[in-house]
């Protein structure tokens, strides 16, 4: 028996991570009261960050893995590079939480089961979309056109970093448009040094620091960074952007918000009359009572696979295959970033050199192929490099020949430079890649579990490829006196976190789910605007530009309400 109250909310937010928080925080300091809808269970800020600054022994297991038991209950989370026992609160149980993929397709889902989501654990990467990503599909012709593009969007990059606080370094590049900068984090003394020599013997290649949602100096509040890391352990300082640090407390200190954890989305209900969503009905996960809630507008933040999965769920008269999908593209087009380590190299500089504490961050380097109009390889798009530098230390040269005191004393000096460079290549709009609903299989709740249907195609592996050539040209452009190149794309369809598409915006309804302002095309008063509006991928971190399309998206909402016309 549905238990319906009618909550009076202006807006209803469902998911609370990244996009999430950002659709809160925006839509309570317009004055709307806003309910947020969390799947997860609750955390609080610093005091359930139960890894931070913990030694491993101060951890579980000494925090080594049982493997047993992520075996059993986490096989896919425990793949993620922030798994581990400092962090096991903070993710979905797989066993519980199941899905299926095709043979041969794996695809691997990472999720966040806490308030916040995976603002807690994403790597922090920020950067723009250039106009070269948003007019892509146009003019190779793979996807549909962007329903926007690069003007449209930059006054809505600069507003979301200036709270956000973004420290990088301005380069003037078309391929990497600059941000609203704090200072940039340093380099270190070898990284300066093979940019030096990249000036010289591989001009076309740009190298910086990483730019990061990672403050380098006081900011709205919250303190610089002081190194310590893991930053995805917690950080109670809120020196990283995540919605507990900055976009949650903004909107709690409206007095405009309520926050609900433990609720399941089970479906929004489309009303025929209004053509407008009339509910949204959840599943308490403690009590599992149901429970009907409404509101004037609904965001759908809640990731890109999990909103669409609503979508799919909800279906009604006027839409008996998914809300908003008209068009037949809903759960199509499926992407995400291929990447791995394509290459890395041994260096003998600055052997006088090392650092202290734990700099959350690394270098870049933005594409550089099939980049102002020039068509120059046997792909299309392009790739870039988030790049790592390590000291070799005792523990890679245990199995050292030697004995005694002399193999002792070795072994305290650190060992030669390693630079990692890890590739990032963009993703084809694909009608094949695709998610659905399981015709019989349902989760706990009785929702239908996601299949996944997708992989990676000729492009990505052409793309991959060359980068793994190119990553061996740069490493000893840039002196490696070793280099090593990966063989092959080996990372799974998922793996790289940044799944996207499978709700797209466009102009034309008969294409697209959503159009220019987020708004699902035929139901005024429903938005989506996490990855699932993505029409393409670059090959760029995307949560900036998640953040963007939804502060915009809210302004236009909220300013759609205010004439009357939701």
Known sequence: ??????????????????????????????????????????????????????????IPYHGKPP????????????????????????FTNDKANPYTSHDGKPFDWIRADVVGGRSLLWGRQTYRWSELDFQANALDGHGIPWPIDYKDIAPWYSYVEKFAGISGE??????????????????????????????????????????????????????????????????????????HSATLPAARATGNLTLRPHSVVEKLVYDEQSKSIREVRVIDSQSGERISFRSRLVFLCASTVASTQILMHSTSDSFPTGLGNRSGALGH??????????????????????????????????????????????FIRGYGYQAHVLRLDWKARLNKK????????????????????????????????????????????GIPQVVFDATWRENEHRLWDDAVEQSDRILKAAGAVFSKKQKKLEANMGAGIHEMGTARMGKDPEQAVLNAHNQVHGIANLFVTDGACMTSASCVNPSLTYMALTARACDFAVKQLQSGAI
Not at 70 to 78: N, R, T
Not at 174 to 181: A, G, I, K, N, R
Not at 342 to 360: E, H, I, K, Q, T
Not at 413 to 437: H, S
Request: aromatic share 10%; charged share 25%.
């Open 333 to 378: 087009y499926l992407m995400d970033h291929a990447l791995g380590l394509a290459g890395m190299g041994v260096f003998l500089d600055d052997m006088d050199s090392y650092w202290f504490g734990n700099r959350p961050n690394g270098t870049y380097i933005p594409r550089f192929r099939n980049i102002k109009g020039k068509q120059e390889a046997n």
């Open 1 to 58: 028996m549905l238990n319906t109250k009618n909550y009076d909310f202006d807006a209803i937010v469902i998911g609370s991570g990244i996009t999430g928080g950002w659709a809160a925080k925006e839509l309570t300091e317009k004055g709307l009261k806003v309910l947020v809808l969390e799947r997860g269970k609750d955390l609080q800020h610093g005091a359930d960050y139960l890894g931070e600054h913990a030694p491993d022994w101060k």
């Open 170 to 243: 301005a380069l003037g590049l078309e391929e990497l448009p600059d941000s609203e900068f704090l200072p940039p984090m340093g380099m270190h003394k070898i990284e300066e040094t093979i940019r030096g020599r990249l000036k010289k013997k591989a001009p076309d290649v740009h190298m910086t620091i990483g730019r990061a949602a990672i403050l380098t100096e006081n900011h709205n509040g919250r303190a610089a960074c002081h190194y310590c890391g893991p930053c995805h352990r917690g950080c109670s300082t809120g020196s990283y952007f995540s919605s």
């Open 67 to 90: 493997r047993e038991l992520y075996k059993a209950e986490y096989p896919v989370q425990s793949t993620s590079y922030a798994f581990s026992e400092a962090t096991r609160h903070f």
């Open 402 to 445: 030697g004995f005694g005191a002399d193999l002792k004393d070795s072994l305290r000096k650190p060992g030669p430079w390693v630079w990692a460079l890890a590739a990032f290549a963009e993703c084809l709009p694909d009608v094949r890649n695709r998610m659905y609903l399981h015709p019989s299989k349902k989760d706990r709740f």
